[in-house]
Structure formats: structure tokens, C-alpha cells
């Protein structure tokens, strides 16, 4: 069985790395002329097409991770249909190439193949991605989210924190702040405004060009205090990595820092439902690999002699569309209708798992 495995793991191998290879190819040709629109826009500021094409590259993990199940389909299947119509698979039957056997043989390889988009996901695509955010806004001054910043919550002794985050800057600094103080009651007590703050060494901000306004305890005193400060100390246990968390996409974290920024969400009274489900699809989504190497084996059993492999190879891709969409729409349907995040990321992999599972059962056992 040996040999058997070398011959299915080196083809498949191959035919996926070629297959994604192509992918990863059409999208950095699209991401690059995506990116000569901001060379135009910001070619003052040094952001030339050397950088762009840097970018562009640094872009690739993220690319790779979510192309991988598809890939791995369709390399899987043209793999499994060329054995069927050379025979070859014909002969490994004859020689006991059993469907269970075959079954193990590609799990195992889908198993690797889960390790492997599990590694690319949650530490290479993350900080290829933060390098990349992080070198374009070097040019282009600031990265933020929206026309309002990013918004975070903090309870303390005293009361609790809304705080406004307008950008951050490359050298990850942050910009535009606004920091609203509220007593135990829900009443307003202060009004931080700051042009630029920086992250403390001992659980702290240290605004620049503070403008901070304080309301009297009392609502009847009708007093409002108003001073302009060069620096102030604000005491805090928001990190650099939540502000981060929060300014850049969910998608694009590692999963640690998805789960510490959830139970920041959930410690603060925020809802952490979209970051949950981003989570759980991180935990998921590579375990889509064993799936999609399982749905595959079934078109070796198919019966043909000549042409076909296009055909199925397009079927291939669709499905593995049809995936990357579904798992999609059902992560912000989730969201919207409140479902169980766990469930929501698990879902089109329990759907695509069926389907396997019945072609299994029906092209190869039954028949």
C-alpha cells in the first residue's frame, strides 16, 4: 500500500499546488490592477509600483487560505477522474484497493491538507495581511475603518468607557480619540477629546492635545469645565492588539486574537457575535480540506474512456463555489438572525460532509 499512497499523495499534491498556483496567479493580476488605481492617487506620497507589487504579494497567504478547499477539490478530482479513465484506478481495485482503504488513504491526506490551511490561516495570512496593511498606510497616512473610526468599551471601578478610535497610524500610534466617561448611573461625567494618542508602558494612554470637559455630578450645579492639556494619563487595560482587533477585519485575525478580543467584548457588555462566528470558522473552515478530498473520491468510480475530465473538473470548481458562497452567506445570515455561532461556521461543512458522504455511499458502496 505503500506505493498506492506515494501515487495518490505525490498526483494530488501536485495537481493542487498547480491548481492554486493558477488561482493565486488571476487574483494578484486582478489585486495589482485593483492597486494602480492608488499609485495614480498616491504617487506623491512615494507609494510607486514597486510597493504596489510588494502589496500585492503580501496579500497572496490570505488568497491562499480561502482558495484552498477549492483547490483541493478540484485537484482531488481531476486526479481521481484521470486514474478512472487511464484504468489505472481499475487495476488498484482489481489488486484490493478496497473503497474503505481508499477512503483512509484520502482522509489522511486531507487531514494534512486541513494542518496545513489551519498554519496558513491563522499565523502566516495574519500577519502577511498586517504587513501589508501596515506598509500602504505608510502612504497613504492612516488605517481606519469607516467614516467613524472603531469603538470600544471598558468597565472600571468607577464607572465605565466608550472610547473612539479614528486611525491608526504605521508606526502604531492612533489618531482622532475620543473618550466618553459614564458613572455607575449611565450619566455622563467627562469628555475626552485628543488629536493623537500613544499606547503606555503600564496599562495606560498618553494623549497628545488633549481638549477635556467635565460635567458636574450634580445636574442642577449646571456646571461644565472645560481645559486644554498638551499631554494627559489615561489609565486603561485596552491593548494595542484590541485597538488593532478592532480596526482591522475579523477575518484577517489569528485565532487567539479572536478569542481574546471576544471575552474584551463580552467583559465590556459589547456583542461579540460576529467575532465569535469568525472564530468558529476559523476552527472549521481547514476542516473543509478532509471534505472536499472525501467528495472527491467518488469520481473514480465514474465509467469512462475518453473525454469527460473537463466536465467534471468544471463540476469541481462549481461545488467548490458554491462552498466558499455558502459558507459565506450563511456566516452574515447567522449574524443577522442571532444563531449559535459554533453552528452557524459549522453548518456548510455539515451540508458538504452530507453530500460526500451519500455520493460515497451511493457511486461506491452501493453500486
Known amino acids: 500500500m505503500k506505493t498506492v499512497r506515494r501515487l495518490f499523495y505525490g498526483e494530488i499534491v501536485l495537481m493542487v499546488m498547480l491548481v492554486t498556483l493558477g488561482f493565486i496567479a488571476l487574483f494578484f493580476f ?3 490592477v485593483e492597486e494602480l488605481q492608488s499609485v495614480g492617487k498616491h504617487a506623491a506620497t512615494g507609494y510607486q509600483i514597486p510597493q504596489a507589487m510588494i502589496y500585492v504579494t503580501l496579500m497572496i497567504p490570505s488568497h491562499a487560505y480561502e482558495l484552498l478547499p477549492i483547490t483541493v477539490l478540484i485537484g482531488t478530482i481531476f486526479v481521481m477522474a484521470r486514474l478512472a479513465q487511464s484504468s489505472e484506478f481499475t487495476i488498484l481495485r482489481t489488486s484490493g484497493l478496497g473503497p474503505w482503504r481508499a477512503l483512509r488513504i484520502l482522509v489522511v491526506l486531507g487531514l494534512g491538507f486541513s494542518l496545513f ?9 495574519p500577519l502577511a495581511d498586517k504587513t501589508a496593511q501596515l506598509l500602504k498606510s505608510a502612504f497613504k497616512g492612516s488605517i481606519t475603518v469607516g467614516k467613524t473610526g472603531a469603538w470600544l468599551k471598558e468597565k472600571q471601578a468607577y464607572g465605565h468607557y466608550a472610547v473612539n478610535v479614528g486611525a491608526l497610524t504605521p508606526d502604531a500610534n492612533m489618531k482622532d480619540v475620543r473618550i466618553f466617561e459614564f458613572d ?18 503600564h496599562d495606560d494612554w498618553i494623549l497628545q492635545g488633549v481638549e477635556r470637559t467635565e460635567f458636574a455630578p450634580d445636574p442642577q450645579a449646571n456646571r461644565v469645565d472645560r481645559a486644554r492639556l498638551d499631554t494627559f494619563r489615561w489609565p486603561t487595560q485596552v491593548s494595542a492588539e484590541m485597538v488593532a482587533a478592532a480596526v482591522l477585519r475579523p477575518e484577517r ?3 487567539i486574537d479572536l478569542y481574546q478580543y471576544m471575552r474584551h467584548l463580552d467583559a465590556n457588555g459589547q456583542s461579540a ?19 472536499m478530498v ?5 469520481f473514480a468510480y465514474l465509467h469512462f474512456r475518453s473525454g ?5 473538473v468544471f463540476g469541481g470548481v462549481m461545488a467548490g463555489i458554491s462552498f466558499v458562497l455558502l459558507n459565506n452567506v450563511l456566516g452574515d445570515l447567522g449574524n443577522l438572525q442571532g444563531w449559535q455561532p459554533w453552528f ?10 452530507f453530500i460526500s458522504l451519500t455520493a460515497f455511499a451511493w457511486l461506491v458502496i452501493r453500486r
Open 30 to 32: 486582478f489585486d495589482f
Open 117 to 125: 490551511t489551519f498554519a496558513v490561516g491563522d499565523y502566516v495570512a
Open 184 to 201: 455607575n448611573k449611565g450619566a455622563l461625567v467627562s469628555m475626552t477629546q485628543a488629536s493623537s494618542a500613544q499606547f503606555g508602558d
Open 253 to 255: 485575525m489569528g485565532t
Open 273 to 291: 457575535q460576529k467575532y465569535e462566528i469568525q472564530f468558529w470558522k476559523k476552527l472549521f473552515y481547514p476542516i473543509s480540506c478532509l471534505v
Open 294 to 298: 472525501v467528495l472527491a473520491l467518488p
Open 308 to 312: 469527460g475530465i473537463a466536465t467534471y
Open 344 to 353: 452557524t461556521a459549522a453548518l456548510p461543512g455539515l451540508i458538504y460532509s
